[in-house]
């Protein structure tokens, strides 16, 4: 997947830039480092906030070369994939709980020719995943509830991703282990101990002063600083 090497990969939220400047936004973190860009899609409904849809990840797409990485917050999400595909999107995923079909809905991602996420809530558990790797490029953990950005890190999913890094291991499939929610050059350095390999942050990136400071501190986090263990067994 573009973007994914030995290194982590750092996929800034739009959600916390200035809305009113979208498209600058995108060109100044992929000036200042950022692997993928990441595009929140609420619709009041599955989510209690609205965001943006289509018409705006198209608007975005001239901006930046990065990858879109869309999440969709939204329900049903099966009806809008085409035109997200349409729009640009990269990558799009979609939350078991947002219809009654997530294998179909992965079929469909990946039959638009864009790589399919599967995003677990805090409370959602692994197995949601379980009979559907073989159609899965993306699992992001929320590490908040979703909706909003600027809310605080749920500490408690540190064992869910470790626990998805070693389902994925042993499947020995390419598939990315994302973190979305609460994600701080602090606990960077716990979910990458934990095993995540694409870690999402808003309000630590764009409420910074400097983007590239912002990206770089996020960037040095390494999980040998972490307190955080877990058995390998
Ligand atoms: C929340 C979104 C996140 C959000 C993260 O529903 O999925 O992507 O932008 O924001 P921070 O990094 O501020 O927690
Ligand atoms: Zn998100």
Known sequence: MPGVTNRFVIAPSLLAADFSRLGEEAAAVER?????????????????????????????????????DVHLMISPADPYLAAFAEAGADHISVHPEAGPHLHRSLQAIRGLGKKAGVVLNPATPVEAI????????????????????????????LSKIATLRQMI???????????????????????????????????????????????????????????????AG
Do not use: E
């Open 32 to 68: 200042a480092g950022a692997d993928w860009l990441h595009l929140d899609v609420m619709d009041g409904h599955f989510v209690p906030n609205i965001t943006f849809g289509p018409l705006v990840v198209k608007a975005l797409r001239p901006h930046t070369q990065l990858p879109l």
């Open 130 to 157: 379980v009979h559907v790797l073989d159609l899965t490029d993306i699992i992001m953990v929320m590490t908040v509830n979703p909706g909003f950005g600027g809310q605080a890190f749920i500490a408690s999913q």
């Open 169 to 231: 291991d042993a499947s020995g499939r390419r598939i990315v282990l994302q973190v979305d929610g609460g994600i701080t050059a602090k606990t960077a350095v716990q979910v990458l101990a934990a095993g995540a390999d694409c870690l999402i942050a808003g309000t630590a990136i764009f409420g910074a002063k400097n983007y590239a400071d912002a990206i770089a501190d996020i960037r040095a986090a390494s999980p040998a600083a972490s307190n955080f263990a877990f058995s």
